[in-house]
């Protein structure tokens, strides 16, 4: 079956300790992204990646690190977490950059910073 | 820069209820539009798209029009059910950007009554 996966659904920390989301995708897919989802907000890219170690960041990177070692693994970093991180995560993938392509989104990490 | 708006929710319906939710965007170039739907506890999901102007998406009774005029592009669906509950998203993704990112309204929650 073709899907997103993410790890971990939910997680609770405490300020400054690092973690970090995984995300693999079984679909071959070049192009490859994280989203934080926050009410009222929509979801806003994170940082996102065109290929194997080529990264970028999107609209809201700070806090956050990300590394394309495989095609299809995008962890996501948080080096020292704090309270406002504390958000609903998406990864996403798509064949290829590009207006019109379809993006698969994993079920989404709930995080709370405390 | 690019922006989409979508109507506030909750909307909330009586099962075989016409449905309409409204969007309208702001893009510097012809963006591609999206619906994505997200179902409680899981990912955004594509409902449908259209890449050009007057393209109609449809999918599984959702329709909505690219309307470059007003730019606009409602989501309507003539006779919802209780299993449409869920939030739409509207979103763009603007050939011109070379983050090809997907730029999202806040979100819309629907509840479909018996």
């Known amino acids: 079956e073709a899907q997103v996966t993410q790890n971990p659904r939910y997680l609770i920390t405490v300020t400054g300790k690092k973690l970090t989301v995984t995300c693999s995708q079984n679909m071959n897919h070049e192009y490859m992204s994280w989203y934080r989802q926050d009410p009222g907000l929509g979801l806003r890219q994170i940082y996102y990646?065109?290929?194997?170690?080529?990264?970028d960041k999107g609209d809201v990177p700070e806090g956050y690190k990300v590394s394309r070692k495989e095609k299809r693994n995008f962890p996501l970093i948080l080096e020292s977490p704090s309270p406002n991180q504390t958000s609903l995560y998406f990864c996403a993938s798509s064949l290829r950059s590009g207006g019109g392509t379809e993006a698969f989104f994993g079920q989404g990490t709930r995080l709370t910073v405390v | 820069g690019n922006s989409v708006t979508q109507m506030e929710g909750p909307v909330t319906l009586s099962e075989e209820a016409f449905l309409t939710i409204n969007c309208t965007y702001t893009?510097?170039?012809?963006?591609?539009l999206f619906w994505y739907v997200q179902y409680p506890g899981e990912g955004l999901q594509l409902l449908l798209k259209?890449?050009?102007?007057?393209d109609k998406g449809s999918n599984k009774g959702f329709e909505a029009t690219y309307r470059k005029e007003t730019t606009s592009f409602h989501l309507e669906k003539g006779s919802v059910q209780v299993s449409d509950s869920a939030v739409y998203f509207c979103?763009?993704?603007?050939?011109?950007?070379?983050?090809?990112?997907?730029?999202f309204g806040s979100g819309t929650r629907l509840l479909v009554r018996p």
């Open positions: 990646s065109m290929n194997v170690e080529v990264t």
């Open positions: 259209a890449t050009k102007a007057d």
């Open positions: 893009a510097t170039g012809y963006p591609s």
């Open positions: 979103a763009l993704s603007d050939p011109m950007d070379s983050s090809y990112k997907l730029i």
